[in-house]
């Protein structure tokens, strides 16, 4: 059973800072990967999705990398601002016709 | 382009009554997956649907909880005889196929048992 796992729970940076989010997932036999932000009371947005032929994924000032035979993933952030500030969930989909698994997130806060 | 739609955005429902929520997925998607965040929890899958066919609901409850996705018209969550315990945040994704592009997730549905 898949199981996915963010590290830290919480982090508060200062504005202008670079920063990296941890997810870690058990069965390194994964088929996609997706990193999703979420506002507080709100839905869920997609940031980047990673195949698990793809070693990164790079959108504006997010990159995203994918290490599957380490079961691990990671979110950078680069100078961050304070409308950064939200959670942020990782999800493991481990073939095509199982559904996404989801972390617990980490809840960023970007102080100005 | 609509994203996933949900409605109604917040549910107030009393013990005993029974909640109905609705999505309508992307143009052009036809697999749609539920799932239900609790207050300080994750997101749990519930349910993955096509039209007309449930596919894997491994993490519906076995009582009280259903779902459909008919040939036309939105896809339908109901909890029947709602508890305390039902209140939560209720989500619902789309996908185009079974999920080489990703989901789309619509803005949930926040139900309240009182």
């Known amino acids: 059973k898949q199981e996915v796992t963010q590290i830290p729970a919480a982090l508060s940076v200062p504005e202008g800072e670079n920063l990296v989010l941890n997810c870690s997932f058990t069965d390194s036999a994964i088929y996609n990967l997706q990193w999703f932000r979420q506002d507080p009371g709100k839905g869920l947005t997609s940031l980047l999705l990673i195949q698990s032929s793809q070693r990164e994924q790079t959108s504006g000032r997010l990159n995203a990398s994918l290490d599957k035979s380490s079961g691990r993933s990671t979110l950078y952030i680069a100078a961050s601002q304070p409308g950064d500030s939200a959670t942020y969930l990782c999800?493991?989909?481990?073939?095509?016709?199982?559904?996404?698994?989801f972390g617990k997130g980490t809840r960023l806060s970007v102080i100005a | 382009n609509a994203g996933v739609m949900q409605n109604p955005r917040h549910l107030v429902r009393r013990r005993g009554q029974e909640a109905r929520l609705r999505c309508s997925p992307m143009?052009?998607?036809?697999?749609v997956y539920w799932y239900r965040q609790l207050p300080e929890e994750g997101l749990k899958f519930m349910v993955y649907?096509?039209?007309?066919?449930?596919?894997?609901e491994s993490g519906m409850p076995k009582e009280r909880f259903s779902a459909e996705f008919p040939k036309e018209g939105p896809s339908i969550l109901r909890i029947q005889q709602v508890v305390r315990g039902d209140s939560a945040a209720y989500f619902c994704a789309s996908s185009p196929t079974r999920g080489y592009y990703g989901y789309t997730f619509g803005s949930g549905t926040r139900l309240t048992v009182v």
């Open positions: 649907l096509q039209k007309e066919n449930i596919i894997d």
């Open positions: 143009k052009g998607h036809s697999h």
């Open positions: 999800a493991v989909r481990s073939s095509g016709n199982t559904p996404l698994v």
